[in-house]
């Protein structure tokens, strides 16, 4: 029998192709980004459409109506805030041109851990700056604030591609040029955050487009995650639900009898095993309608009708 030797790659011909990987997406996205120049700070914004709609970070663009963006082709053209939502940490513009180069929309779900991802911004104003690395995790959450609100983004992708301020808003693409996140925070030396983009945040985008907001619905509990007792863990075939740490006075869970201690284990005929769950299924389209809410109370199970009221941002 003869054995056929399988060559490798030599270390530049590996490196070679690495490069042509990042150039090729550096290539292909860099005129598909931004740099926000805003009267305090800055940051980066990605095209979505030719006719400038462009999605960046909400906190960059708070407490502002617009400002300016310049390309890489040297065009800058004033820009306006369409909508924002600083508890998914994304908002829309709208740039004052035609025949802008949208960038290709990926999926973060398809995204795996050592995956090469190259992050496009304006770091510290420096148009066009890109970064390469790997997702180092992912399913990472970020807790974000509008007021008295507090929520978390779930699924962040991690990685090690240098961020820096000004890269908020930018792109952080997958190999083939299609942006999986928008860079949101910089968490440490070799560690950055991106929003993912995936069919949560896909909904989000496209009602600050039309509607210049995303509307969430509202319970008005804290809560966290508590393990179930065994015997209903085992009745349920799940381990965990959301135990009600506080109820907001005259909210929704107040006036459909929710109480501290209770544990919830279903909403809208969804199981709920975390906080992270239950935000997934408190959305817009449950505002003003009559759901049914599981809870455990003193070891026996019960149904409420809770209404859930909306969300103010």
Known sequence: MELQLVSLPS???????????????????????????????????????????????????????????????????????????????????????????????GDAENLRVGQLVVAIGNPHGFTGSVTAGVVSALGRSLP?????????????????????????????????GRVVGINT?????????????????????????SEGRFRRAYLGIAGGPRPLPPKLARKLGRTAGVEVVQVVEGGPADQAGMRPEDLIVELDGTPIEGMDALQRVVVGELI???VRARVVREGRERELEVVPAELDA
């Open 288 to 290: 003003g309608r009559a």
């Open 144 to 176: 974000t604030r509008s007021g008295a609100n507090v929520r978390v983004v779930d699924n962040v992708i991690q990685t090690d591609a240098a961020l820096n301020p000004g890269n908020s808003g930018g792109a952080l693409a997958d190999g083939r």
């Open 11 to 105: 270390e530049d011909e590996a490196l070679d192709a690495y490069s042509q990987a990042v150039i090729g997406v550096a290539e292909r996205l860099s005129p598909s980004v931004a740099n926000v120049r805003l009267r305090r700070g800055g940051g980066s914004a990605v095209v979505i459409t030719p006719d400038g709609y462009m999605l960046t970070s909400a906190h960059v663009v708070a407490r502002t109506r617009g400002g300016r963006a310049s390309f890489v082709d040297g065009r800058e053209l004033e820009f306006e805030v369409v909508g924002s939502d600083p508890l998914s940490d994304l908002a829309v513009l709208r740039a004052e041109g035609r025949e802008l180069a949208p960038a290709e929309l």
């Open 185 to 209: 925070a910089v968490a440490g030396v070799g560690l950055g955050l991106a929003v993912p983009i995936n069919a949560a945040t896909r909904r989000i985008v496209g009602a600050l487009m």
